[in-house]
């Protein structure tokens, strides 16, 4: 497992493996109302409960963007709050495929406005997203990512989902990574 520990904003490529974990912070809630407490007795989502998968991928104006859901699969409610620990491999487009650095940072996306961090209740068989947004249009080389892992907590086990995303970034500098807030459902753009 590769464990590379930063605050939000700085990335460590590690072992061949670009990593970043963000501290969670904050908080995301739905079942009630925005912002106020969870009933007592209700357990935080631990990744053994949900199920990752993407909700949903495009791209727009240069901006590629994807939703993650995370499911609860359980019979029971369980509470969320923030933002996710976020870790992104890719390698750049050029051969021979190189590991890419990247830098992850949390707010709206192209695509899609961030919640900010709010208490989220996930109902049973329902769930939560957020979503991650590169973009296209720099001077930098081309990149794909490819693997992200998403933990709820950074002594939680890992999340996966594979889908292949087009990245770069200003030239010489880390390909930059947006992530919003865990929200109900799945965000509509703004319009």
Request: one cysteine or more.
């Amino acid at each position: 497992m590769v464990k590379a520990w930063s605050h939000v904003g700085r990335g460590t490529t590690v072992a061949g493996v670009t990593a970043l974990v963000v501290t969670g912070c904050g908080a995301a809630v739905g079942g009630g109302s925005v912002g106020q407490p969870h009933p007592v007795g209700i357990a935080s989502c631990q990744s053994a409960d949900l199920t990752a998968s993407v909700g949903e991928y495009g791209s727009e104006a240069s901006q590629p963007f994807l939703t993650v859901k995370l499911t609860n699969h359980t019979a029971a409610p369980c509470r969320m709050k923030g933002y996710s620990v976020l870790t992104v491999v890719g390698n750049d487009a050029d051969p021979p495929a190189r590991p890419i650095h990247v830098v992850v940072s949390h707010g709206s996306t192209y695509e899609r406005a961030d919640p900010g961090p709010h208490p989220l209740l996930v109902a049973p068989h329902r769930f939560a997203s957020f979503t991650i947004g590169t973009a296209t249009a720099y001077t930098g080389p081309m990149a794909t990512l490819h693997r992200f892992k998403i933990r709820l907590d950074t002594g939680d086990h890992a999340l996966v989902v594979d889908q292949e995303m087009p990245a770069n970034g200003p030239r010489g500098e880390p390909i930059p990574v947006k992530e919003t807030a865990l929200g109900l459902g799945i965000p509509k753009p703004p319009r």
